[in-house]
Structures are given as structure tokens and as C-alpha cells.
């Protein structure tokens, strides 16, 4: 399962827009509120129909968040105002119909475009389908039907994961209903897509699955030691499981050194992580980047090994899908901004990813290809808006965060501040051979306030003076 492509038409912010996605890893820029979450929700709009022909994958398909909602619909001025006795002019404000986000992309039948629509705001309208729609539904009813047929050879199922901003280590315990109708749902294959499209699933679901998984590994020890074992043998049936889950964390969590994720009845009963340095830790202990990045990694690795347990050890690498991700810098270091990418693609190299960020950090580390960089521009003619997904001609990997915070997100490095702007007259008076005079002088004072006869600021500019002199030196020889 891909995503190629999707358009939207009258869809939140946007009256139409074109997006292509790439293959392995897609990467979304634009400020706030400039519409970035939105094609996230729209891709997950696309993909619900597949979803939900899934038994258990439990969130009901009248959910407002798997559909094209009223509030959805693009609402504009109208042409005419109104007048209101007492209130001055009032803008009249409509809707525009019709609403549609269209999905190009390959479901396992070739690559083939659908489409869900609403064209009306009647109390009881609904989001529609196209036949493309319906075939793919028909595609995905079929999928389930030869899961239950356990005599073929396992088909290979695509994970799914929406993981929004409000992702972070949910603190409640799962329902009875998130649970499922009785506890053998939870060691279904389907059980997996429960809630996958929802941006603020907690990872109560998978700790409770790892917790269990775990558990099972050491009764099978325990169980060998009280027969007289000298060797214990985990059946790897039992092992897999945990394994595919731990390699995935270790993978992402590298670069702060914490690994090993078990369950361990000493610690409350909790899941631990393991250090070389710090030793042992409570996972709800640490930090929230840790505990963010921990929970998504795991969720998807659980996922791809319930939903394709026949891989194997391969699960997590084998298994294919799309997984979308709010602001994937959310609460991590700069220097783990810059390797979170690459990670991910390590971690689930078959997984098509789709990320939104505002980190110069994490673009850094991406070819240009994988951007897509929003911008909402006015015609000037009509005064409509005009909504692209543009992609930049230079190249971005490996090039400096300050370089991509001017060339892509249109931000000055230096900052906003008074402190800044005396830096700058301070180097302007010394290459017009002024900062002798009394006002360099007064800046300079501020400036070693501020900053120290030793900081880089005062360096560089005793720098430039050095060689604003050895410049007129020249001259007069």
C-alpha cells in the first residue's frame, strides 16, 4: 500500500491542492497554520474506507474524523453583505461544495485513483464514495476474508499509523471497548488496525500487548527451569514477538543510548528500558522525547508484527504501509532532530512515511525530493487563493540549518532583537573605518556587557578590524 497523490478540493483551508507523495519518506513545511495536519487528516480520510473493512479495527465509520465533515467544507465571503439592524454590515459567509479528497496511489490491484466527496450540509448528509472508492473497500472485504482462511498462505497486510501532536504517553489505561469484545481479540491479526488512523491513540494498546508477550517468554522459561533445564530454549514463536519490538526501539533510540525494552515485575510491574551508563529505568521516568518517540516506534512495531506475524524477525523491516507523523521533532534534542529521519527509514524501510516539521534540523537531513514546502498565494486577478506543494531545486542534505532556514522556511537566523541590530552597526562602522569614533565605542562597551571580551561576537569583529587595517596598509603601499 502507497499514497502516490492527493488532491483536495474545498477541503479546510484549501480550495484545491495537488500533492504528490514520495515513495519512502515525505517531509511537509509551512508555518502554523498554513495547512500541513490538514493533508495529513485528508490522507487519512483516504485511507479509512480500506480501514474499516477490517473487523476489528474497531473505530465506527460514522466517526467525524474518518469522513469529510460539515466543518470540513471550505467556507468563504460571500459576494453580497448583509445589514444588521443596530450591528453595522455583516460578511455572509458560505460553504463550497463540492468537498473532495482524491487518492491516487496502489492498494495491492495497480495503481488506481479514488475518491470521497459531500456534496451538501443537510443535517443528515454524509461523506460519499466513488465506484473506485467501493472497489477498494471490495479489495480490502476480500483481505479479511482470506485472513480468516487460515489453509492459504498468509497474505501480507499494510500497517497504518496516524500519530498526531497530541501523541504523548497517554496516561489512561485502555477500555473494555479498546480492548476489544473479549481478551482473544487482542491476539488477532486485524487487532492491530484498531484505532491506527486515530492521531490520538495512546500506547496503552501496545504495552498491554508487550506486557502480555513478555510475560509469555518468561513462563516458558520458568517452566523449563522447574523441568530441570540447563539450557533454556525460548520457543520462537514466543521470542519473535518481543524481538521485532526491541530491535525497532533499539534502532530509534540509539542515539541516547537506551535500549532493551523488557517488562519487569521488580519495577511495578512496568515496561524498562536499559542504559550502559544510567543503568535501569522506568520508561514513564524519562524524558518526554524518549517517551514520545518509544511509544510511536513501538506502536508500529507491534502493529507490523501482529498484523504479519509469518515474517518473522523481518516484520517490522518486511512490512509495508503508510505511517503520518504531526511535527516529527516533537520534544527531541537538535542533534536526535537530525538522525530521527534516518532512523525511521532504518527501522521500517518498507513503510512509506509522511511527516509534517518545522525543524531546520530534520530538513537537513533529506534530499530535496522528499519536500514539499506549502504555500497559499493570491491570484491577482480574481483574488482567489492559490494553494501549491512546491519542491525546491537546490539540494538540502547535509546542507546547514542556518542556509535551510533562509533558502526553505524564509526565516532570518539572526534574530528579532535590539542586541542584534548593535552587532550589526558595530561591524557596518568598522568597515567604514568608524569604530574608533564615540559612537563604536559605546557600542562596543554594550556589546562586552553583554557578551564578554571572549565571545565569538567580540572575536569576529577584532577579526574584522585586524583585517579592515591590513586592507588600508595595502592601500598606502
Known amino acids: ?100 479528497v482524491t487518492a491516487t496511489g496502489d492498494y495491492g490491484s495497480g495503481t488506481t485513483e479514488w475518491q470521497r466527496f459531500r456534496d451538501s450540509e443537510a ?6 464514495d466513488d465506484k473506485n472508492c467501493r472497489d477498494l473497500k471490495a479489495f480490502a472485504k476480500d483481505l479479511q476474508k482470506q485472513v480468516r482462511e487460515l489453509t492459504q498462505t498468509p497474505v501480507t497486510l499494510p500497517v497504518f499509523g496516524y500519530y498526531g501532536t497530541g501523541r504523548l504517553w497517554k496516561e489512561k489505561r485502555l477500555t473494555e471497548s479498546k480492548r476489544g469484545q473479549n481478551a482473544n481479540d487482542e491476539n488477532i491479526r486485524t487487532f492491530a488496525l484498531r484505532d491506527c488512523l486515530d492521531p490520538a491513540s495512546s500506547y496503552r494498546q501496545f504495552e498491554d500487548w508487550f506486557t502480555d508477550a513478555y510475560k509469555k517468554v518468561l513462563e516458558h522459561q520458568i517452566a523449563q527451569l522447574q523441568q530441570g533445564a540447563t539450557f533454556i530454549d525460548v520457543d520462537p514463536k514466543l521470542k519473535t514477538p518481543v524481538k521485532v519490538v526491541q530491535d525497532a526501539v533499539n534502532e530509534v533510540l540509539k542515539p541516547v543510548g537506551w535500549k532493551n525494552l523488557q517488562f519487569s515485575q521488580r519495577d511495578d510491574e512496568s515496561l524498562v528500558l536499559r542504559h550502559d551508563e544510567y543503568g535501569v529505568m522506568k520508561a514513564d521516568r524519562l524524558s518526554d522525547g524518549i517517551k514520545n518517540i518509544l511509544a510511536m516506534i513501538a506502536d508500529i512495531a507491534y502493529r507490523a508484527v501482529l498484523l504479519n506475524g509469518h515474517l518473522g524477525e523481518e516484520a517490522a523491516k518486511q512490512s509495508p504501509g503508510v505511517v503520518m507523523i504531526d511535527e516529527v521533532d516533537m520534544h527531541l534534542h537538535p542533534q536526535w532532530q537530525q538522525t530521527v529521519i534516518g532512523s525511521l527509514r532504518e527501522a521500517f524501510p518498507n513503510i512509506q512515511f509522511i511527516v509534517t516539521t518545522h525543524s531546520p534540523q530534520v530538513l537537513s537531513t533529506v534530499p530535496a525530493e522528499c519536500i514539499r514546502v506549502l504555500r497559499h498565494e493570491s491570484d ?44 550589526a552597526d558595530y561591524t557596518a562602522l568598522i568597515e567604514q573605518g568608524q569604530h574608533e569614533s564615540d559612537q563604536g565605542k559605546a557600542l562596543r562597551t554594550k556589546l562586552i556587557d553583554i557578551y564578554g571580551e571572549s565571545h565569538r561576537v567580540l572575536l569576529d569583529a577584532d577579526k574584522l578590524i585586524r583585517f579592515q587595517s591590513f586592507k588600508q596598509k595595502n592601500k598606502k603601499d
Not at 443535517?123 to 460519499?128: E, G, I, L, N, R
Not at 540549518?401 to 534574530?415: K, T
Open 380 to 423: 491577482p486577478n480574481t483574488g482567489e487563493t492559490i494553494s501549491t506543494a512546491e519542491r525546491k531545486d537546490e539540494q538540502t542534505i547535509g546542507i546547514p540549518s542556518s542556509d535551510i532556514l533562509i533558502d526553505y522556511q524564509e526565516v532570518n537566523p539572526i534574530p528579532p532583537v535590539e542586541e542584534a541590530q548593535w552587532v
Open 123 to 128: 443535517a443528515k448528509s454524509q461523506t460519499k
Open 1 to 100: 500500500m502507497n499514497i502516490d497523490k492527493i488532491t483536495l478540493e474545498n477541503f479546510r483551508c484549501y480550495s484545491r491542492l495537488e500533492i504528490d507523495f514520495h515513495p519512502e519518506m515525505t517531509v511537509l513545511v509551512a508555518n502554523n497554520g498554513q495547512g500541513k495536519t490538514t493533508i495529513l487528516d485528508a490522507v487519512r480520510v483516504a485511507l479509512w474506507p480500506f480501514v474499516s473493512q477490517f473487523d476489528l479495527a474497531n473505530t465506527p465509520y460514522k466517526d467525524p474524523a474518518n469522513t469529510i465533515t460539515i466543518d470540513d467544507v471550505r467556507i468563504i465571503k460571500a459576494n453580497n453583505t448583509a445589514r444588521a439592524a443596530g450591528f453595522g454590515v455583516l460578511d455572509e459567509m458560505v460553504r463550497k461544495f463540492p468537498s473532495s
